[in-house]
């Protein structure tokens, strides 16, 4: 066997082997840095037997053979019966096709086992938030928030009960005069009072919306200057935002205490919503 046909299936074989290598540790040890090594391994010693039987085995340049009259050459054709004969052309062939075969399947599994850590499909977990009907609104100590707690013009940061934590369920309370609102129909038992509720979460970046102008009725977003009108469904008046906070639909509770009547008008957030898809 020629030293090109040898190492050519050396480096298919430690192609596989490090392939193989490779899913073990991705299943046993998980380790990232390893897991490169011996991706970028498998990928180079897959090359490199390319290379070496490019080079060793694929005849270069132009080459002529004179060709002999076959004619009734008994001992010409004995010859020829016997080059069909010669195992060792054949065995050669077979290493090589089984060692680049086993690269090849071994390379594929590595190619889909990753699939493995894209995990469970979101659903619609990122269009949900912690907010439910009946859950109350609390204030970051979790405790209730009244109706006497917000005077006009005034802002409190409100929490769904039992989830302060959660990042995407954090509200504005706004007390307006309650004849200024120009809600959308479906709306009107929205904001009982003039107590009203946005989602805190800016619909440009995700930054949180926490400045008030009162004499505007405009929330604002510090971080790139978008305005928000309250009074009419926080519909965006200037900034890059392009999309309405989504308004939260509350009621009062007997006892003075606010109460949600369901989960955000729409998906919070930057407006990844409103992209074609
Ligand atoms: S994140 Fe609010 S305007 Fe950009």
Known sequence: MRSAERIGAIAFLASAASAI?????????????LEGALLGAALMAFGVAFVVIAHGLLPVGPSVERR???????????????SFERIDVL???RLLLASAGSAIVALAVVAIVPLRSLGPRPGNALARTPWRSGLRLVN?????VH??????????TVFPEGAVEAADGQAVLM??????LRLSR????????????YSKVCTHAGCPVGLYEATRHELLCPCHQSAFDVLQGAVPTSGPAARALPQLPISVAADGTLVALGDFSDPIGPSYWDMPR
């Open 186 to 197: 479906g709306r009107e038992s929205w904001a009982p009072e003039g107590l009203i509720v």
């Open 147 to 156: 109706t006497t707690d917000v005077a006009l013009g005034g802002l409190v």
């Open 21 to 33: 290598a490779l899913v073990v540790v991705y299943f046993q040890y998980p380790n990232t840095q």
């Open 68 to 82: 002999e009259l076959f004619g009734d050459d008994a001992e010409a054709a004995g010859d020829v019966e016997e």
């Open 91 to 93: 065995s050669r062939r």
């Open 140 to 144: 970051a100590g979790g405790e209730p």
């Open 175 to 180: 007390r307006v005069e309650p004849g200024l």
